[in-house]
């Protein structure tokens, strides 16, 4: 049986092989519907199949994207990765996904990996700071995003919450309810201070001086996940324990409400608690649980968008950094003190 080749399908619509060439390559910007409807169903009907290889050569692009995530753990990570496979994966484009499990040295390799493999672009959750490991993606002019993390002095677009809002929302619906003993817990910062640990923190403190409170500095708390239950019970052992915590992200969110099953923490009765992440166990515990959600779904998919611009217009992306607004996701984790 004759291959069918890119003029057949030409043909059978009535249209041009470049036409055809831009149907493929998902460029309908100058088409109308009824060409694109057209040419789509005559592929549908003569099952046609372009060959992938030669047209990756013809282009010079491989349409495979890489994505580096710092830790595949955390919900953000999740949600971001699935939303950008759909975006590309709905533009002929494949996704190779790697996990740096927070170590820039293995972040480097992976880097070093899609590099090799050629990838068009690469979106990149960063673990490290250091604006040399990714030089080497500026001098061979591949195109990158980042996305919940900067890094001061890479020229890039950067995608994060605004992590400062979303602190400030957590510490003004606590307020609301009377509390004024509050406390933050999150992961270490890191050596330079991972972005959005640094940046709620320092949210944090300026969050509840606009409240007119003065944080208790023993009540910041900035740990790994193994130690979070320890310093939990040491806290409310004080003579003037927190009424209520703010969880950094969804891990410490989870070591939290582990240990207050363990330790028989009764919340919110004992404890206030709201979350950042916006993760689904928040939903399923009982009771659900107050978050702060970062729209993850809407920060993956624009990132997505905003590397296939950069690899189709062969433009550099100009380095802004995009801030997603948070939401304040009402549960039952918060008691009302004003009573009282």
């Known amino acids: 049986m004759k291959k069918l080749k890119i003029d057949d399908v030409a ?12 149907y493929l390559n998902q460029r309908y910007k100058y088409m109308s519907e009824e060409t694109r409807q057209r040419i789509g169903e ?8 372009p060959n992938g290889l030669a047209r990756s050569l013809k282009q010079n692009r491989t349409h495979l994207v890489g994505v580096v995530v710092a830790d595949i753990d955390y919900s953000l990570s999740i949600q971001c990765v699935k939303a950008i496979e759909n975006e590309l994966q709905n533009r002929g484009i494949q996704v190779l996904i790697c996990n740096s499990d927070e170590n820039p040295e293995k972040e480097q390799r992976h880097i070093e990996t899609l590099i090799a493999r050629q990838v068009d672009g690469l979106i990149v959750f960063p673990t490290g700071h250091q604006a040399s490991a990714y030089e080497r993606l500026s001098e061979q002019q591949l195109p990158f995003v980042l996305i919940d993390r900067l890094v001061e002095g890479v ?69 790994p996940a193994s130690e979070v239950a320890a310093r939990l019970a040491e806290l409310l052992a004080r003579p003037e324990p927190p009424t209520a915590l703010l969880a950094g992200n969804d891990i410490v969110l989870a070591e939290l409400l582990k240990a207050a099953n363990r330790q028989g923490i009764i919340i919110p009765e004992h404890l206030s608690l709201i979350g950042i992440d916006d993760a689904e166990f928040a939903q399923i515990y009982n009771p659900v649980i107050t978050t702060i959600r970062q729209p993850a779904h809407e920060m993956g998919a624009q990132a997505a968008k905003v590397i296939l611009s950069a690899i189709e217009e062969k433009d550099r992306p100009v380095p802004i950094t995009y801030r997603f607004p948070p939401t304040l996701q009402q549960g039952a984790s918060v008691k009302d003190l004003k009573s009282k």
């Open 11 to 22: 043909r059978a619509a009535g249209v041009s092989k470049s036409t055809v060439s831009q």
């Open 42 to 49: 005559v592929i549908d009907e003569l099952g046609y199949q």
């Open 155 to 223: 020229s890039t677009q950067s995608l994060l919450l605004d992590n400062e809002m979303a602190v400030k929302l957590a510490v003004e619906e606590l307020v609301r309810e009377g509390h004024e003993r509050i406390g933050i817990v999150t992961l270490p910062l890191g050596e330079q201070g991972i972005t959005p640990r640094k940046e709620r923190l320092g949210g944090f403190r300026k969050a509840m001086e606009e409240a007119g409170l003065q944080p208790v500095e023993d009540y910041v708390l900035s740990v």
